[in-house]
């Protein structure tokens, strides 16, 4: 059992010929809104990717949350611990695409913002073989999950988006460490330059602060370190619309991995297939692929 705690929020994406300079009015496409917040959006490519998953996290008593609830439930995964307050609305992500498929994404958090430690109790790990985590919620609950699932005998892994330094001690429950090159960065004082001219060597430093780490590159695959070794899996040629999923459909990916004790190296690789294919169609959740799409993505790689 894969458990996430962390956020749900709804994207409304608008795409625009470039991204706009403070002050401007720019002209964007038609906008849509699709079910989102990187919590929610893990969870999700972990269900779609072979896993199961329970998902805890706090909506809104609104239509927003009503939606983000049934399309947890619509991908069987059990959301009987996404709590619906009455006192905040569904969190809300605010996402421009530009021409190059890339995106500017602004969080209004609403719920998310609501749950705490006290909300976490152990039998909610019961069966947890690994905690996903990330930096949408306050600090102190992701903190408090990973030490009640690590009790309960489960993997740890924290993806660290939105960047933020942390202190060694508040990663003592981690056992995988995920970030992509700015956010390693950030937790290593490394030019992001640096990370990507030698990006082993900042998984390296990485894993000095945690069991294993991974850093993902974008186009250029993902690296990664444990136990003094290091790899790095290069990308899949894809033809990217949107890369606003591609993170969190590595992470889902190497969460269902990492439930079934495969080497770090293969989980890496099956996850990197999963993060190229979520950049090929738009928007966040109907991005994210199923197992048999990243099956035979890798297939073509062999």
Known sequence: MIVVVGSLNMDLVVTVPRFPIAGETLLGGDYAHHPGGKGANQAVAAARAGGAVRMIGRVGRDAFGDTLTGG????????RHVVALDDAPTGVAFISVDGNAQNCIIV????????TPDDLAPAQFDGATVLLLQLEIPLDTTLRAAALARRAGARVILNLAPAEALEPSQLRDVEILLVNESEAARLIAMDVSAVNREPERAAARLAELVPAAVVTL????AAWAEAGRTGLDPGFEVEAVDTT???DAFAGALAVRAARAEALAESVRFANAAGALATTRPGAQPSLP???AIERLLALRI
């Open 290 to 292: 199923n197992a048999a």
């Open 245 to 247: 999923a591609a993170g």
């Open 218 to 221: 974008g186009p250029a695959g």
């Open 108 to 115: 209004s958090p609403g719920a998310n913002a609501r749950i």
């Open 72 to 79: 947890l439930s619509a991908d069987g995964i059990d959301q």
